[in-house]
């Protein structure tokens, strides 16, 4: 299998801060392939490279087999890409951008059509109506409509979904599964870890390292920890008196419980007994499920 | 493929600034403004001369001197002095700019044969008021002794200079100012329109899309670099027609002179507004960048301070500012109808200015940071 995007020991730096440091990975092709990582943790200096926006420092990049320095002509062809702001034309209307980004690719509309059909389905209904005046979730649909107009191999969303109501985040990864459908491979960055689970792979990025790449089941397998749930009345001293108990090697709030990353040294039976001789007589701790937040933030910390 | 795309990026921008609630605005209202209201206020026209006559003389001829001074239209007598001192008193307390001194025995010795010499002295603290002032009074004062010579048959005319003002007979400021006018307007708009334009697509973040786009940064530039012909023409035409309509100023050479000239300074100044835009991150820093060049192009090209009265390295200066061709292309149309074969070297200026700031414009624009 070829794959779509070629990542070798890129790295940019920004003065004295390194935004990309040695990055390596392949997105293969006809993948929806994730970037998970935090606010400021290079994900956006990396789109940038790959769509010919910003050079690196060192290290090579290809996308669809084009290289991102020598053939980045041929690339902006090749890729559609949706930055992470709205960068359509607000006094354009929905109808206008879609012509304007199709003719400046020298496609027409609807040559391809069939491809931004079912995301351009809702927006078909007021194709006067200017750009600055649609919905979040609208704006964001035909931002990708405009991505796609030009029937790219590969497709750059950064943080597709930050600011977008959940019903709509729903639905955007919908779209994206019938995109892959069609072949075209897509890099997808998020910082909302549950999204981690829709793609095929993920590369956990943080300060400008990868910490792993794999499909997101086989990276929670690979954890190594257990996790478990603990809640009580009172959280504050709960935290306090399990981060005291032997075998917990780190507990953090997680929703409206608190997590436990454990090793082997850790008994249910005894942290049960200890928090009860603390007077957290309402104390509960049960097994949980691990997530990709959990590896995230062990990862992190290493 | 190219011509096309420059099309519809054309199409693009001129939908966009059809649509902006300020660029129509600004090019039909800003001339009206600056060519109606500036004249008026920003007047060198010099019409309330005060003079003061010390008449030593006390002669028929000395009287109707003063009188006619008075008479004049831009002249008037604001007092009569018996000594030098009194009148100078009336100069440094505001009252009078001139002073003119008839010395004693001026019709006498007038008769005599003999040449006696008027005095005039002006207030140089308003330059133009003075040396305008004293060549007004010394115009009448001599138009009254001519006249009583004639009178007199008497052929003995005292040799007498006389300035005469060619292409703008009595000075009027207005005549110079409004090609000055349209050259400022020229200046702004087309300085800060696409600079504002470009730069604002960077804040609002359309250049991202854009740069990914298989457009060509040529064809981008000049895409923003055209529209702004189509402004400056405009601007010029409004121009033209409020100079006729108002102030009854038509440009005595050819109209298409002007127009050329125009265009190549259009682009002189919207090259410089993409290459200001380009190094700048902020509308904020961008307008700071481009005033500063209007400031040095507004007291350097000779719009308001002559070049001829500059210091020396001053002068050479202006060769590099390049407003100062297309002013002086301007007023040489407008006042003196020149033609191109008067004014082919001011041409070339601008076109090699125009082809070197879109030049730069295209080569500072990056579309990989």
Redo the contacts between chains.
């Keep these: 299998m070829n794959n779509a995007i070629e990542i070798r020991n890129i790295t940019k730096r920004f003065g004295n801060l390194a935004a990309l440091d040695n990055v390596t990975f392949s997105v293969p092709d006809g993948s929806v392939f994730g970037l998970i990582g935090p606010d400021g943790a290079g994900k956006t200096t990396l789109y ?1 490279i790959l ?5 690196p420092d060192s290290g090579r990049a290809t996308v669809a087999g084009l290289d991102v320095i020598k053939d ?2 041929r690339l ?2 090749a ?1 559609g ?1 949706m ?1 992470e ?8 209307t929905v109808s ?1 951008n879609l012509h ?2 199709a ?4 496609v027409r509309v609807e040559d391809n059509f069939d491809l931004i059909a079912p995301i351009f389905g809702q927006l078909a209904k007021f194709p006067h109506r200017m750009a600055a005046a649609l919905s979040g979730g609208m704006k964001q649909k035909l931002a990708l409509s ?1 991505a796609l107009i030009h029937r790219p191999k590969v497709l750059l969303l950064d943080e597709p979904t930050t600011g977008v109501d959940a019903v709509s985040r729903s639905e955007f990864w919908e779209m994206l599964a019938t995109l892959k459908q069609k072949g075209i491979t897509i890099l997808v960055s998020t910082s909302y870890m549950d999204e981690a689970e829709r793609c095929d792979r993920i590369a956990l990025i943080n300060k400008g390292h990868i910490l792993d790449v794999d499909a997101p089941g086989k990276l929670v397998d690979k954890t190594g920890i257990d996790i478990y749930n603990a809640s009580a009345r009172e959280m504050y001293p709960l935290l306090q008196a399990i981060r005291n108990i032997d075998g917990v090697k780190d507990c953090y709030t997680f929703g409206a419980t608190l997590h436990l990353a454990t090793d082997k040294n850790f008994n249910l039976e005894n942290a049960i007994g200890r928090l009860r001789q603390e007077g957290l007589t309402d104390a509960r701790i049960y097994p949980a499920k691990g997530n990709i937040e959990d590896l995230f933030i062990k990862l992190a910390k290493e | ?1 190219k011509a ?2 420059l099309k ?2 054309l199409h ?1 921008e001129i ?2 600034m059809k ?2 609630p300020l660029i129509p605005r600004i090019i039909i209202a800003m001339p009206i403004l600056v060519m109606l209201i500036i004249p008026l206020v920003a007047t060198f026209d010099v019409k309330n001369i005060d003079v003061a006559v010390v008449d030593n003389d006390h002669s028929e001829l000395s009287r109707r001197i003063a009188a006619d001074i008075d008479a004049s239209e831009y002249l008037s007598i604001t007092g009569c002095y018996f000594r030098y001192d009194e009148a100078l008193a009336a100069v440094e307390n505001g009252t009078a700019d001139v002073i003119l001194t008839i010395p004693q025995n001026y019709l006498k010795d007038l008769a005599n044969g003999k040449m006696p010499k008027l005095d005039l002295k002006a207030n140089g603290v308003n330059v133009t008021k003075g040396t305008l002032g004293a060549q007004y009074a010394a115009a009448s004062a001599t138009g009254t002794l001519r006249q009583w010579q004639n009178e007199q048959g008497s052929a003995t005319l005292p040799a007498t200079t006389s300035v005469i003002n060619r292409y703008n007979p009595t000075l009027d400021f207005r005549n110079y100012m409004i090609p000055a006018l349209m050259v400022i307007l020229i200046i702004i708009i087309c300085g800060y329109l696409p600079t504002l334009n470009l730069v604002n697509e960077k804040e ?6 854009m ?5 060509g940064k040529f064809v981008f530039v000049l895409s923003k670099l055209i529209p702004y012909w189509i402004v400056g023409l405009l601007v010029v035409t409004v121009g033209m027609i409020i100079g006729w309509a108002v102030y009854g100023l038509i440009p005595e050479g050819n109209i298409f002179l002007i127009y050329l000239a125009t265009l190549l300074f259009s682009l002189v100044m919207s090259g410089l507004g993409v290459f200001v835009a380009n190094k700048s991150a902020t509308i904020l820093q961008s307008i700071f960048m481009i005033f500063a060049f209007i400031i040095i192009f507004q007291l350097m090209s000779g719009l308001f301070t002559p070049i001829a009265s500059m210091p020396q390295w001053a002068q050479y200066i202006t060769y590099a500012i390049p407003p100062r061709y297309f002013i002086e292309i301007m007023r040489a149309v407008y006042l003196k109808g020149s033609s191109m074969a008067d004014l082919w070297q001011q041409y070339a200026a601008l076109l090699g200015f125009a082809t070197l700031l879109s030049i730069i414009a295209a080569i500072t624009y990056k ?3």
């Design positions: 940038s769509a010919t926006l910003l050079a980045f002509k902006r062809s890729i890409y930055p702001r709205f960068s359509l034309y607000p006094d354009l206008e304007f980004f003719s400046l690719f020298g405009c | 493929m096309n795309t519809i990026l693009k939908s966009l649509r902006s609002a973040g359309t250049i991202e899309a740069n990914v786009t298989p457009v579309k990989r940071a």
